[in-house]
């Protein structure tokens, strides 16, 4: 119902991002959208593997390496990020918006079918005894 509620809220967004003065080809940037979700992938694991190690120290339950896959994979989703770009004052406005709702689109849809195949297939919440 959350995936639904927000790709709603999000394509309704589209509705307004996707003005005709953002429709222009100066505003679309396939290799910039490419390179930002690579960088954003990558942030996200610069971020999420050393936080997990300072919080795992003193733990008695260890966040581990499946986990914290789970936590890189599920990446920032949502109307916020839009929002964010939205307020930033810059003269390629159309492409920052354009290259945000994009990636938002894209981690809401394939990030959000794809985060319960990769529970599955990590086993995350599964004690050892399950796992045989």
């Given at each position: 119902?959350?995936?639904?509620?927000?790709?709603?809220?999000?394509?309704?967004?589209?509705?307004?991002?996707?003005?005709?003065?953002?429709?222009?080809?100066?505003?679309?940037?396939?290799?910039?959208?490419?390179?930002?979700?690579?960088?954003?992938?990558?942030?996200?694991?610069?971020?999420?593997?050393?936080?997990?190690?300072?919080?795992?120290?003193?733990?008695?339950?260890?966040?581990?390496?499946?986990?914290?896959?789970v936590l890189i994979f599920c990446s920032v989703k949502g109307i916020v990020p839009l929002l964010l770009a939205s307020g930033i004052p810059s003269t390629r406005h159309g492409l920052m918006l354009n290259t945000t709702f994009i990636m938002v689109m894209m981690t809401n849809f394939f990030i959000g079918l794809g985060t319960g195949p990769l529970v599955r297939l990590l086993k995350v919440g599964q004690t050892d005894e399950q796992e045989q």
């Open positions: 119902m959350d995936f639904l509620c927000q790709t709603l809220i999000l394509v309704s967004i589209g509705v307004l991002v996707l003005t005709k003065s953002n429709i222009t080809l100066a505003n679309w940037n396939p290799l910039f959208i490419g390179l930002t979700l690579v960088y954003m992938i990558f942030a996200r694991a610069v971020a999420v593997v050393p936080l997990s190690l300072i919080l795992n120290i003193g733990r008695k339950v260890k966040i581990n390496w499946r986990y914290q896959i």
